[in-house]
């Protein structure tokens, strides 16, 4: 698989993969489009790339559409809604009437495909999508149609401009009965891109960022589609009209529906840690060699490395969330279902929400140079500030987490134990585990608060005679608690990360400078995440003000460590990443005296 990626790298060095700052909109969207042409048509390993792999070499799939990221990240969108949304609905959801009908011309670009889930009134409620699928079995065809303006399917991706085709969500009924939220392959526009009777399409237009990607809005006017236009893996219709499915309830097929989001999710997670490494790896370059009041550099100011270094470490935290998401998601037999989800849902909103503030203090930490869009910095933040919310609202996301902790009874045990006060003060060294102690505290903190409230609601609610009022009481109470609710995915999704990287770094086969160096960068991702949030360790007695005295020296003590000696060690750790020069590319990272030659 390294071999694979260093040949996707290889090729980003080619004359269409460099940026171009100057360029229309129109343009953006055609050379995007040029440059997914370019990536479909090379052959790694002796194949191209093959959507099929999204069931049968997942990993191979995912690593060749993450290497796109390096590049632009409206190439790696559009790669993605075509590949991962649109294909690989089709792979997961459909049969094998689907599969060749489509994946070869998806393969090869010849049928260019969206996605259709979210509408302009629903997009984290998608099982409450208005789109409507009316079975007719006179003419054993599937009418598709957008019953209000709030049901036209918005911000679909490849819409506004390039696709052909649509897996599309859609409200099923069948002889009078409603089925709940099934996928549908639509097509849009005809092989010359002229749109087909029926379909009105609107293109969104400028964007922020990523414009790369023609984002549109769509509209259905009973539009009819044959029987096997149905994605039936899990659910079909045959011609007289009669539904079936080995799922029994439209809440569980519901979930099927929509479980090749995970995929996106991991996807999206990779891209922002991938923007992460490429930001601090040009920050830190740069302040390492850039004076000012006189020959101290910048990265020897504690203030400097206060802003940029927490950000590294964090990097370092994610991506080991990461390693162990697709071990859980690809390497096993028969992943867990409900494992994945959490994990790649917490994965995501914390990837992506550190990548807004990780690349915040990037652009600052380079004054006016991280500013000009040659410096890599400004781009990335504009193109990458949807992610935290497509694919899933990040406060959704971490809600999820949280609501898995809570009816999780397998540990509910241990994590309703009393949080127990941690002494930093007590010793003159905090430890990993003293660290991972009060990480885990947190948690238990936050689950019992909001498991606790949730259970006195429905026990006032007479929750004995009343089960219905009961668990109204319960939902109230956790609604009541949101804010809590939030900071309960974060800190499941710290802590999980503070017990990979203790676990990676002590493995680590590595020199005793480098093992200084991961002990430093895990020293520093535990106490900034603790430092972070230390009004809550304080009100829950895992602090007193005294530790939290010692725990700001830590932090300090850990950014000299890797800041120090010239930043030699975070220099290391950024080396360590493995991005080749050509994807770095801002002249900042370089030598920044010659930025007039370089431009």
Not at 302 to 317: F, I, K, N, W
């Amino acid at each position: 698989m390294l071999l694979v990626l260093a040949l996707v790298v290889t090729l980003l060095q080619a004359d269409i993969f460099k940026p171009n700052h100057y360029l229309s909109l129109m343009d953006f969207r055609e050379l995007t489009l040029q440059r997914l042409q370019k990536f479909v048509s090379v052959e790694f390993l002796g194949r191209g790339f093959d959507v099929g792999d999204y069931l049968t070499d997942p990993r191979r799939f995912m690593a060749l559409l993450e290497c796109l990221a390096f590049s632009d990240y409206s190439l790696s969108i559009k790669a993605g809604v075509h590949f991962t949304l649109c294909g690989g609905t089709i792979c997961k959801l459909g049969t094998q009437k689907h599969h060749e009908a489509y994946l070869h011309r998806l393969n090869t670009l010849d049928l260019p495909g969206c996605f259709g889930m979210t509408e302009l009134g629903h997009g984290s409620n998608v099982m409450g999508i208005e789109t409507q699928a009316v079975y007719d079995p006179s003419t054993q065809e599937f009418v598709i149609n957008t019953p209000t303006n709030e049901a036209s399917k918005y911000w679909i991706g490849g819409s506004g401009q390039h696709g052909k085709v649509c897996t599309v969500f859609a409200q099923l009924t069948v002889g009078g009965t409603w089925q709940g939220p099934h996928v549908f392959v639509v097509r849009i526009r005809d092989d010359n891109g002229k749109l087909l009777p029926g379909v009105r399409i609107k293109d969104h237009g400028p964007k922020m960022g990523l414009n790369g990607v023609d984002n549109g809005q769509i509209w259905f006017d009973n539009v009819r589609i044959p029987r096997d236009a149905l994605l039936d893996r899990f659910a079909s219709v045959d011609a007289a009209g009669t539904y079936s499915s080995p799922i029994p309830t439209v809440s569980a097929r519901f979930g099927t529906m929509i479980g090749g989001l995970t995929t996106g999710r991991i996807l999206i997670a990779q891209g922002a840690i991938a923007a992460c490494m490429i930001g601090t790896t040009i920050a830190i370059r740069y302040a390492a060699q850039r004076p000012q009041f006189g020959d101290k550099l910048i990265m020897n100011y504690l203030s400097h490395q206060r802003r940029l270094l927490p950000g590294l470490a964090v990097t370092y935290a994610l991506q080991l969330g990461m390693k162990q998401l697709k071990a859980a998601a690809f390497d096993t037999p028969k992943p867990d279902p409900k494992l994945v989800h959490v994990l790649s849902s917490g994965l995501k909103a914390a990837a992506t929400w550190s990548r807004v503030e990780i690349l915040q203090q990037c652009r600052e930490c380079c004054g006016g140079m991280g500013f000009l869009s040659a410096n890599k910095i400004g781009p990335m933040k504009t193109d990458m500030d949807v992610d935290v919310t497509f694919e899933g609202d990040n406060t959704v996301l971490m809600q999820q987490v949280a609501r898995a902790l809570l009816e999780d009874k397998s540990g509910s045990a241990a994590m309703n134990d009393s949080p127990q006060h941690v002494a930093l003060t007590s010793s003159s060294h905090i430890t990993p585990e003293q660290l991972l102690a009060l990480l885990k505290g947190h948690e238990q903190y936050l689950l019992s608060t909001i498991r606790g409230a949730m259970q006195s609601a429905a026990a006032a609610a007479n929750g004995s005679s009343n089960a219905k009022a009961a668990a109204a009481a319960a939902q109230q109470a956790f609604d009541d608690n949101l804010d809590l609710v939030v900071e309960l995915g974060w800190a499941n999704i710290e802590r999980l990360c503070m017990e990979y990287m203790i676990k990676e770094s002590n493995a680590a086969a590595a020199t005793a400078s480098a093992k200084a160096g991961l002990a430093a960068l895990r020293q520093l991702y535990g106490a900034t995440r603790i430092e972070k949030r230390q009004g809550r360790y304080l009100e829950a007695g895992l602090l007193t003000a005294a530790d939290a005295v010692a725990l700001r020296q830590a932090v300090n003590k850990a950014c000299r460590q890797l800041g120090g000696n010239g930043a030699v060690p975070a220099l290391k750790l950024c080396e360590a990443f493995g991005i080749p020069d050509h994807i770095l590319s801002a002249p900042i990272a370089f030598n920044w005296r010659q930025l007039g030659q370089t431009l």
